[in-house]
């Protein structure tokens, strides 16, 4: 009969231990903690999952959101606030940029490489008008300088704009090179109806788009558009 006694106080003992272990495991469920990442960035914060909800510190949340949290006696308010008005409501879909006019570098060597046809044209020109004795060797100075410039406008042709400018301003140089050089020819072989008439610069078609193109060209650049134009072709 005590084996018996003995027996029944063990079964019973084990029903009280596995019924404080389940009432245990109800009180306290299973719980898993993942990071939390919100649009791509993993923040200093923790997810806790439990019974297959997910919970997350509301200090933490009022960090993410710029809110701000205030503890009552019977609640707890978080106060999110509202986008501005300027605020676009969504921004998948990005504004393409403002396309690129004339860079302010190439722009300065521009000017530099008109400033220099100027003085070679006006020097040709005064040549005409006064009669003056110009050496090939002066006109081939003007040249090189003039290419030089040049070669430092294309180093600093870095946008579109930029290099769609650089063959107007090539072209320009084309042109007056072209006409110096038929100039002081006409000269040496003693054309005075080009070379010594003063009335024949008033006549002249290519100085006169030369001179066209040259002003459009300092318009354009001052502009820092680019833009075209005939007189430069």
Known sequence: MQG???????????????????????????RRTKALV???????????????????????????????VSVEPNRIVLTIPAPSAGTPASTTAAAPPP???????????????????????????????????????????????VE????????????????????????????????ANETLAARQALNGAKTVDPNALKNDPALEKITQCGRFLNGMIVSRSFSDNASCH
């Open 38 to 68: 919100v649009n791509g960035k993993t923040l200093d914060a923790e997810v806790t999952q439990i019974n297959g909800h997910s919970y997350v510190d509301i200090e933490t949340l009022a960090q993410i959101t710029n809110g701000a």
């Open 4 to 30: 018996i006694r003995i027996s029944h106080s063990l079964l019973l003992l084990g029903l009280i231990l596995l019924s404080a272990k389940d009432g245990y495991a109800q009180a306290n469920p299973a």
């Open 99 to 145: 396309p690129e006019g004339i860079s302010r570098d190439f722009a300065a060597a521009a000017i530099g490489t008109l400033a220099d046809m100027r003085e070679w044209r006006a020097a040709v020109s005064m040549m005409i008008t006064y009669g003056l004795v110009v050496s090939a060797s002066w006109s081939t100075d003007s040249r090189d300088r």
């Open 148 to 179: 030089a410039d040049l070669s430092q406008a294309a180093v600093a042709a870095t946008t579109q704009a930029d290099q769609n400018a650089l063959p107007l301003l090539r072209s320009e140089f084309d042109m007056l090179n072209t006409w």
